[in-house]
């Protein structure tokens, strides 16, 4: 089941999504990046500056990245994809 979340406005479908309520919150996020996608989704990690919004839990908060990694450093190739994770957390 995915779940989708927004960052900085930015739709992102997830296929896992883990939320951890402390203070600050923690969000962990694993998602696929097309090729298609590929420049945008990285532009728009390299800002590392977001506000994080997931609309089905009701739960917004400004984050940065605490950890992130992906399956494959190359989606230049039309038709590749990578699976990314992605560790928010809050400002």
């Not at 927004?6 to 923690?26: A, M, S, V």
């Amino acid at each position: 089941m995915t779940e989708k979340i927004l960052i900085n406005d930015f739709p992102i479908e997830t296929t896992k999504l883990d939320i951890r309520e402390t203070n600050p919150y923690k969000v962990a996020i694993e998602f696929i990046v097309t090729h298609e996608a590929y420049h945008d989704v990285t532009t728009l990690l390299y800002k590392n500056d977001f506000l994080v919004e997931i609309p089905e839990e009701s739960i917004n908060f400004p984050a940065k990245i605490s950890n992130y990694s992906t399956s494959v450093t190359n989606l230049y190739e039309k038709g590749a994809e990578g699976e990314f994770y992605l560790e928010l957390i809050e400002k």
